[in-house]
C-alpha cells in the first residue's frame, strides 16, 4: 500500500497538535512498512514552482495552486498511491478537484468543526467562510471514509453534512508513547522550588476555547488554601502569560509560562507536575479531543477536566480523570480535592496507561488507519465496477 498525506500547512511547520498529527501518522506508516509521500498545498506565494525535498526520508513535495492539479498527477506517476489521506478541511479542500478528476480515492481527517476555525471574528458573513463551507460540502460528498477526533464530530457530520454513518471512523490523535516510557531527566522549572506542587497546563495559552483563563481564576482560589502552589503554563504566545500575571496581581509571580518548547522538553516537563489541567470550554469547537490529552494521559499524572465531550468517556467513565464544571469554582475544587488526597492522585495516575495505549498510542492507532484506507480502496473499486455496469 501506498499513501500520500496531504496538509495545507507545512511540515514540519509548528510543532503544534494540527502539524504534528500527519508527522506521527507518517512515522507510524513507516514503521509498518508502508509506502508514503507528503504534499503541501501551498496557497500563498501562488507563482512559486513545485519543490521536492527529503522529510526524514519521506518525498515532501510543495505545490502552489497552478500545479495543485498538474502537480498531484505528475507526483501520481512517479509515486503510485492508492489512497489520499487529506488533513483537515485545508488539505481536503485543496485536493479535491484532483480526487474528483483522477478517481483517487480520498480519507478526510477533521482536526475540528470548520465553521469555528474560519473567520472567528465574523462567523457565517464573510465570502472566506462560504467559500470553504461550499468546498468542504463538495469534499464531504466525495470522501470514500471522514476521519474525526470525537464522538461529537461524527453525529455532526452524518446529522448536518449527510455522511453516511458507515464511512465515519473515530480516531483519537495519536502519539509516541515510548517518548513518554523512556526514562525522562528531571526538569528545573524557573520558579518553581522542589516540593511545590506543581499545577500545569500544557498547549495554547490564548485560544479562547481552551479555558485557559477558567484556569487563572480558578488558580486564585487555589493559591487561598495552598499559597505554595505554582501553575506552569507550557506553550505561548509569551506575552498572553504577561497579560494573565498582570491579572493575578499580586499572585502574579505564581505563574511561569513556558512558551516555544519543543515536544521531547513537554514529555520531560509533563513529569514535573502534580496535576494536569485542561479546563476547556463546553463548545462546538472542543466536539474534537485535542492531542493534549494523549500528552496527558501518556505522562501518567493526574487529570482534573471539564465535563464535556469525549472527556466523560475517557476520562470520567475509565476513572483517569477528575472531571468538574466549565467554571473557575469547580476546576479549583478540582485541583484541591488532587493536591490534598495522595490517594485519589494515585488512582487517577494509575488509570491513565490503560486509556493511552487504547486509545491514543500510535501503534494501536495507525490500524485503524490502514483498516479506513483498506476500506476507502473497496469503496473506490466498487464505484468503478458501478460506473462499468452503468457504463
Not at 489520499?84 to 482536526?111: K, L, N
Not at 475517557?314 to 472531571?323: H, I, Q, Y
Amino acid at each position: 500500500m501506498r499513501v500520500l498525506i496531504v496538509t495545507s500547512f507545512p511540515i514540519p511547520g509548528e510543532y503544534d497538535g494540527t502539524a504534528m498529527l500527519p508527522i506521527k501518522i507518517t512515522r507510524a506508516l513507516k514503521r509498518q512498512g508502508v509506502e508514503v509521500a507528503l504534499a503541501y498545498l501551498k496557497a500563498r506565494r501562488p507563482w512559486s514552482r513545485p519543490t521536492v525535498e527529503d522529510f526524514e526520508g519521506v518525498p515532501l513535495h510543495t505545490l502552489c495552486p497552478p500545479w495543485w492539479m498538474t502537480g498531484l498527477r505528475r507526483l501520481r506517476r512517479a509515486f503510485p498511491f492508492d489512497v489520499v489521506h487529506a488533513q483537515h478541511y485545508g488539505g481536503a479542500t485543496r485536493a479535491v478537484a484532483a480526487c474528483a478528476a483522477f478517481g483517487w480515492p480520498m480519507v478526510y481527517e477533521i482536526h475540528s468543526l470548520l465553521g469555528d476555525e474560519v473567520e472567528r471574528d465574523r462567523l457565517g458573513r464573510d465570502w472566506k467562510f462560504h467559500a470553504y463551507v461550499a468546498l468542504e460540502r463538495e469534499v464531504f460528498r466525495r470522501a470514500a471514509a471522514v476521519i474525526v477526533l470525537g464522538e461529537p464530530v461524527g453525529e455532526v457530520v452524518v446529522a448536518e453534512k449527510g455522511v453516511r454513518p458507515e464511512r465515519v471512523r473515530v480516531i483519537y490523535p495519536g502519539i509516541d508513547l515510548s517518548e513518554y516510557e523512556r526514562a525522562a531527566p528531571d526538569v528545573a522549572v524557573p520558579g518553581v522550588e522542589p516540593g511545590q506542587p506543581v499545577v500545569m497546563y500544557v498547549g495554547s495559552i490564548v485560544h479562547p476555547n481552551q479555558g485557559v483563563p477558567i484556569l487563572i481564576d480558578a488558580m486564585e482560589r487555589v493559591w487561598a488554601a495552598r499559597p505554595e502552589a505554582r501553575c506552569v503554563l507550557v506553550g505561548g504566545p509569551a506575552e498572553a502569560g504577561q497579560e494573565y500575571r498582570a491579572r493575578l496581581g499580586e499572585h502574579g509571580d505564581k505563574l511561569i509560562v513556558l512558551a516555544g518548547r519543543m515536544p521531547e522538553e513537554v514529555v520531560a516537563l509533563t513529569k514535573r507536575a502534580d496535576v494536569l489541567v485542561h479546563a476547556r470550554l463546553a463548545c462546538r469547537e472542543n466536539y474534537s479531543v485535542q492531542s493534549k490529552l494523549a500528552v496527558y494521559l501518556a505522562a501518567g499524572k493526574p487529570i482534573v477536566a471539564t465535563d464535556f465531550g469525549d472527556y466523560r468517556r475517557l476520562l470520567g467513565e475509565t476513572g483517569a480523570g477528575l472531571l468538574t464544571a466549565v467554571e473557575p469554582a469547580a476546576v479549583a475544587e478540582g485541583i484541591l480535592k488532587v493536591l490534598n488526597d495522595p490517594e485519589l492522585a494515585r488512582r487517577l495516575a494509575a488509570a491513565t496507561g490503560p486509556v493511552a495505549r487504547e486509545y491514543f498510542g500510535m501503534d494501536r492507532n495507525i490500524e485503524r488507519y490502514l483498516d479506513v484506507y483498506a476500506m476507502a480502496m473497496r469503496c473506490r473499486a466498487s464505484r468503478s465496477r458501478s460506473a462499468v455496469t452503468t457504463g
